[in-house]
């Protein structure tokens, strides 16, 4: 049964330009969890999603960033307009819904802005 | 926002000692869930916890749910190298959606 899976696993990006990080649940799973996490820094809670609906967007920057989880296809972490700040890890985690905080993390996306 | 105070912040033991390490809230938690995060990679899940006072072993690993729901211990016996890492307890806040917060992490460094 494969685990949670992110793309790419590192991303460069120039200030100003998009950001696009995916993550596919395990198999099986319909919650979707985004965290970022800084050096040296535990990680911090972004958005919440479920198929096609957003639950939670609390840990959400105000602008440029959403987040989408489809019927079909992966869950999408969009940043536009990257700054240099936004360079962290990024991580995804799944939980199957019952208990829901079983939460399952994927192996990260590494955003650098140059 | 709301806070988990994990301590140590790092420990630095010989092979075959025993370690312990613990997070508190001034907050309820109705779950906690220690993972441990190697370089480059994301957090694995090594014990979850979703009832006050309860007691969970893995392997050489021992984790409980503090009473008062608001802490958590980690032990881990008789150390090998292979248990290097940082080790994060996060909790699900009563009440809470479903999100995480995490604690800031304990460094376990083993000399063999």
């Known amino acids: 049964n494969a685990g949670v899976m992110q793309n790419p696993r590192h991303l460069v990006r120039r200030r100003g330009q998009e950001a696009r990080l995916r993550c596919s649940p395990m198999?099986?799973?319909?919650?979707v969890y985004w965290y970022r996490q800084l050096p040296e820094e535990g990680l911090k809670f972004m958005v919440y999603?479920?198929?096609?609906?957003?639950?939670?967007e609390s840990g959400m920057p105000k602008e440029r960033f959403s987040a989408e989880f489809p019927k079909e296809g992966p869950s999408i972490l969009r940043i536009q307009q990257v700054v240099r700040g936004d360079s962290a890890a990024y991580f995804c985690?799944?939980?199957?819904?019952?208990?829901?905080?079983?939460?399952?993390f994927g192996p990260g996306t590494r955003l650098t802005v140059l | 926002g709301q806070q988990l105070n994990q301590s140590p912040q790092s420990m630095f033991i010989q092979e075959g000692e025993d370690v312990s390490m613990n997070c508190t809230s001034s907050?309820?938690?109705?779950?906690w869930l220690w993972y441990k995060q190697e370089p480059g990679e994301g957090p694995v899940l090594l014990i979850a916890?979703?009832?006050?006072?309860e007691l969970t072993s893995n392997g050489r690993l021992t984790a409980q749910f503090g009473i008062t729901r608001k802490d958590s211990f980690l032990n881990i016996s008789a150390s090998i190298p292979s248990d290097v890492g940082i080790y994060f307890c996060?909790?699900?806040?009563?009440?809470?959606?479903?999100?995480?917060?995490f604690g800031k992490g304990t460094k376990l460094s083993v000399k063999p």
């Open positions: 907050s309820i938690f109705n779950t």
């Open positions: 996060a909790g699900q806040l009563r009440g809470s959606q479903g999100n995480l917060i």
């Open positions: 999603l479920q198929k096609e609906n957003i639950i939670d």
């Open positions: 985690a799944s939980s199957p819904g019952v208990p829901v905080s079983t939460q399952y």
């Open positions: 916890l979703y009832k006050a006072g």
């Open positions: 198999k099986g799973h319909s919650h």
